[in-house]
């Protein structure tokens, strides 16, 4: 995440998330509203120079086989930052719209930030400035559904998981590994989204040069996303197999299967909702 300052009033456009009411509040200064904004683009070639720079290009144009689009039911309205201490506005709405992607399991993301409310943008074209944020071609995750209507344990479970991840990006690792965290779900391939993962969570879990990094970290994220021994006995055989699956693809360029990526995605989900509901930045460099 850019911590670049782009002041407030910001607005941004959402995807794979609903309202059922027309205004929901997350905090005084920062609320979710019903708006309707399709997003499309395609890419375009010409084959002249315009007579001027003034002008525009002569046809005839050419399509590229290509095409990309964003249908956002959804806008949040960041008035100002007093909820998120240091962070720019790029990182608060980061984190905002990073806390729905670990409760939902829906292609949630921010195509597109605007300089006013974007149901109004229509009768103000002249003033109206838009600019891509999460517009990437790539969405790396596990999608259960389309897009989800925020229930009211939704928005109490949001709220809650914004304020905990603020406090907790105070500490530079874990500000570092939900940075990597958050960069892997938009890299051309999966096989980059694996190796992204698991350094946010070596990263998360403070494992990054400990020896015997299989079966440490196996250990270690066992304990962290289970409550009990059979499960986490269990669960220390799955993750070990996935971090060997992991080690094939970085040493030898293998391809990694569907269902790797399926369990991988999901445990570093998990792991980081762990850290965000224990309100802590584990550590099992001990």
Not at 22 to 36: A, G, H, M, P, R
Not at 145 to 159: A, F, G, R, V
Request: overall charge neutral; hydrophobic content about 45%; charged content about 20%.
């Amino acid at each position: 995440m850019s911590n670049e300052s782009v002041p407030p009033p910001i607005y941004a456009c959402l995807t794979g998330v609903a309202i059922a009411e027309e205004k929901v509040l997350l905090s005084e200064d920062c609320l979710i509203s019903k708006i309707f904004v399709d997003t499309f683009s395609t890419t375009m070639m010409v084959f002249a120079p315009p007579i001027s720079p003034a002008k525009h290009h002569p046809g005839p144009l050419v399509a590229v086989d290509e095409y990309k689009s964003f249908n956002a039911r959804a806008q949040i309205e960041l008035k100002n930052l007093n909820d998120f201490e240091h962070l720019s506005a790029e990182v608060a709405l980061t984190i905002i719209v990073s806390m729905m992607r670990l409760r939902i399991s829906a292609p949630i993301r921010i195509p597109v930030l605007g300089n006013m409310p974007f149901n109004v943008m229509k009768d103000s074209s002249g003033t109206a400035r838009a600019k891509p944020f999460e517009s990437f071609p790539s969405h790396i995750g596990v999608f259960k559904e389309e897009c989800h209507t925020l229930s009211p344990n939704d928005i109490d479970w949001i709220k809650q998981a914004i304020a905990t991840v603020v406090k907790l990006c105070r500490a530079d690792r874990f500000f570092r590994a939900f940075t990597v965290y958050e960069q892997a779900q938009w890299v051309p391939t999966t096989e980059i989204a694996i190796q992204l993962l698991w350094t946010a969570m070596e990263t998360l879990l403070n494992l990054s040069a400990v020896s015997n990094k299989a079966k440490s970290l196996s250990a270690a994220l066992a304990d962290h996303v289970t409550d009990d021994r059979p499960s986490r006995d269990k669960a220390y055989q799955d993750i070990k197999r996935l971090y060997e699956n992991r080690g094939k693809v970085v040493h030898s360029a293998r391809n990694v299967v569907d269902n790797d990526v399926f369990n991988t995605v999901n445990l570093a989900r998990v792991a980081f909702c762990r850290a965000v509901a224990s309100q802590e930045v584990p550590d099992f460099s001990s």
